[in-house]
């Protein structure tokens, strides 16, 4: 009878005998360095496993590591990853779910870019094995993986658990149903090159730099504050909350269908120091009724949130209590259509300070009530003042500059009683053939985007356009401008909210382009009419620290053994710069 660790085990011995070691070629053995960790009784650790292999880089390997599974185990589900396309954007199933795995590891920067497959497998032994393999591209040194572990009810304060590499010499046996001893785990590397006389695999020893999880800990001191729940999004539900005062905490959200913490998963990649999360793998509402779906009753799917706060040390504190709940609203892309009207104005305010303008970007803001008189307008530098109409009882004071704007030049902008302060930027780019305004939220004309960065910014071209017109959007610094998406607030009713750009129909030509210019990267975007956009981080990915590692993509598959039963295998596929595949698995 096979089992599951037959795939794990298949690896390691194809490392083994197959190796072809040439004459003379004695290469060194690798280092696989195992982290170590602090945590509580009930609570999990992250447990980082670097790669040191100076000159001697391996191709593919197999990692087991031995635990005591009385007292700590690894946990299957510590970490959610989302399946995204070509633009790394999320794919979305048939009813407008993201699709999502979950797996025991989360792969590091020594594997980002390198077309590497991960299969996962806890042993009944207390080993937990890790296969590395695809390809011939070469692990280099650094950071490999994190694998998440659980302190169980059996172990003590103090106790000090040893997460132990298996290494040839001391073996892991297996023994068989009539007690013999069939298979010996042990840690295996090779590197694989593709010569002449075809593919050639070099066996690589490899050693270990054992871990150790100590038990006890003190945790943050709060538990997070004021936690929301969104509901009604139709691509997310977005929970935020207070910081705590522990500085460099990090935060990571809780999700159950119901309201008992006993169910609740973790979600995301990993902990953030960010105080919100947009869940994207809350489900859509689902359809009831009967005939098209455009006559069906949408029943929303309630969720229940729990948040939990760590210190940098990674000593978790408690839940949240007690749960908030949200729910998506109806998944449909927007039907922008080619009535979009005249002039799309956003209002704004900067909190503190002024809104940024570029030099020949033009300054707005939104007066609700009656048409304000010519007479009551004004502006602090030279400009050309219009008025447009906003929405219903609504306009928009427009200043355009004449001549364009100074640098860290202030600009006031009145209408009456309503005053409105921006300050020009010659770091700021002037977009090409459509005009922007550099805006920030507030009001009502759009609501805040959490996944944003930088500030909004609208076309101020006429409704639809007579030709597509490409709108340069700066990238702000920091920012790195292949890791951000074109969003577009949709203003239609039932359809209100932001969604990314191209999903919107009828708007975008093409993809986004990015340029470099003498004030740093722009995104550009070609429309077909008006539109308020932002640019911001994928909603499957929370915004990264300065220091942090993104995680690439991963795809999950599903194999099976001929003349046997279907092994579930998580293949976890590390691809550069964040591609995903679209198939769909079961761990």
Known sequence: MYSKRWAIWGTACALLV???AFAGNDPDPITLGIGDGTTNVGDTVEILVDIDSGDTQPSTMVIFIAYDPAKIAPVGNAFEFTFTDDNGDPVLDSDGNAITFRSIVRPEAALTGRNKAID?????????????QGGTARIPDGPLLTATFRVLDAAS????LALDGVNESAPIPVTNEQGEVSVVFSSAAASIDNGQGGQQTVSIPVTHADGIVTVGCQPVAATPQNVTASEGRPDAVVISWDAVATVGAEYRVFRSSDQDLDNAVPLGSGWSPSTFFTDITAQAPAMTGTGCSCNANPEVIRYFYWVRARTPQGCEGDFSDPPVSGYRGAAKAASANATTKARVYPQGTVAGGEIPLALGAAA????????PDDAALWSSASATLEIFPASSGAWWIVATPAPAWNDDEVIVLTAGAQVRSFIADAALANPAQAKALAVDFAGDAAPWLPEGVGVAYTTGTEG???APQTLWLPVPQGEDAASLRVYAYHESEGDRAWYYARQVDGLVVGVPQVRETAQGAEIGVTLRHSAILQLGHPISVQAPAAA???PPSFGQLLRSHAGSYVVFGLMVIVLAGARGFRSRGTT
Do not use: H, W
Not at 157 to 160: A, I, L, M, T
């Open 120 to 132: 996962t497998e806890v042993l009944d032994e207390g080993v937990l094995g890790i296969a590395i």
């Open 364 to 371: 707005a803001m939104r007066v609700d009530g009656k048409r």
């Open 548 to 550: 942090s590692v993104v």
């Open 464 to 466: 639809v356009f007579a």
């Open 18 to 20: 197959a190796a072809n």
């Open 157 to 160: 304060p103090n106790d000090q």
